[in-house]
Structures are given as C-alpha cells and as structure tokens.
C-alpha cells in the first residue's frame, strides 16, 4: 500500500523521478525502489516527501503500519545473512547487544516484555543463546562493537546479575577476535542517537546493514544507504574510547557495582567513561 500510495502520488503531481529527487535530495534510484516496494525505506525520507506531496503526516503513517507487517519477513532475512557473514561491526544503543547478554540479563529484558507468554520468552532465549555461536565458537566472526554508555548503566534490577553481566563483558573485551568500545556521554550528539546498527560483511565482500530502535528495524542493502552508515559507524568509533581504554573502562565499572552492591544494596555507581 505504501509503494502504490508512494507511485500514485507522483504521477498525480505530474513529477518525474528526477525531479522528485531534486526536491527531496535523495538518489533517483532509491525512490524507485520505494515505489516498486524494493525498498521500505525511512522516517527521514516519508518526512521529506510529505513535505513535497503536502500530505502532513500521511506517509510516514503508512511508513509505520508497513513496518509492522515487514519486520519479521525483514528479521529472518538478517538471520539468513548473518549466518554469511565473516565480520560484524555493531553500535548499541539502550541495551546490550543479543551476542554479549548473559541468561541471567536475557530473563530479565523478556520478563520485562510482559505481553510474551513464558514458552515464547524462553523460546527467544534458547535461539538468542544459540545465535551466540557465531562470535564465541570454532570459527568465530570478527566482531567489534561500540557500547553507547547509556547501555552500562541501564542495570538490571537482580544485582548478581548485573556483576556477572559486566564479568562476562570484560571476558569477551580479552578475546581476540572481540573488540569492545564504549562511546561516552561526553562524545554528545551524533548520527546514530536512539538507534542500533549492525554491519555485516558477507563472504562475498557486500557490506549490509541492519538499523533498529524500539518499535521498528529494516534491513538495508542498497550500497549508499549502506556507505552512509558505514561512515557514521567509523565517526563514532573515532570519538569512542580506544579498546584498551574501554575495557579499563569495564573493570572500573565492575569493582564499583561490587563496592556499591556491599555496601548499599538500593545505590547505583555514579561512575562516567572519561577519555
């Protein structure tokens, strides 16, 4: 509906592709793609083309109901690739990355989704544990990934299970096909606020990228899309702690939630990444 909606509204207004893409600045292809539904593509660009339609809030509502009906189509086909893949570069934003939670934080990030019954919930945590194979069996994929700070001190409410998920992050900070980099709050705005992204490097040599938040998450596989969040991924990683000093970083942060844990078991660290 949205790509007939998208494709309708520009033969209405007598537009070609070109100058549609004049006025909106995106790629002439790209917003092909959207109206054959190749693409779903985002809230920035249904934003730019209601502002050029005049159609207030229209499209990036109809942007939203096709998220709902295309995510999971959009998750499994990640999955699928993922399993390709020989390096992943990921930035987290909110909560820890699936590949590094601990069964003790998994339980508690499902139990807080009270809408899943419990054998959906621990379905989900057997396929999240066996995801885990891919950076931490026989032949494990490259993975670096930037901590936004905001993850580290979103603590579970089970403090035992909180010490063992900082032990089992500074483990896999020592490994040697892991790099773990935490990026500040002093590092202040920046392309990716609010966001998660996963890069992954296929066998083939094609770079995808797979962008979620809380309520929505798409697959993106266009090469400039795709360069674009590549470029934002390494702007972070320049103004991120270095991987030695982020996994100090860790240790610091793991000695204090033991001291605060003794000594008052209601407190929470007061500790900041500094550079």
Known sequence: MLAEELSRLR???GRSLAALSDLTTYDRAYLHKLETGMSSGSPEVMAALDAVYGTGR????LW???QQEIHPDKYKRFMERERQATSRHQYAFGILPGLLQTKG???ELFESQRSQAEKARSRHITVRLARQAMVRGDNPQHY???LDESVLHRQTKDKQVWQD???ALVDAAEAPHIRIQVLPFSAGLHGLLGESLTLLRL???KLIAYLEATRWAD???EPNQVEQLHLTYDLLRDSALTPSESADYLKDLMKSSTSSALDNRCGTTNHRATR
């Not at 229209?58 to 509502?61: A, E, F, G, N, V």
């Open 11 to 13: 033969s209405v207004s």
């Open 58 to 61: 229209h499209l990036r509502d």
């Open 64 to 66: 939203k109901l096709a």
């Open 105 to 107: 934080y998994m339980q």
């Open 144 to 146: 670096r990934v930037i």
């Open 165 to 167: 998920q900082l032990a």
């Open 203 to 205: 066998r083939t040599g």
């Open 219 to 221: 697959l993106i596989e």
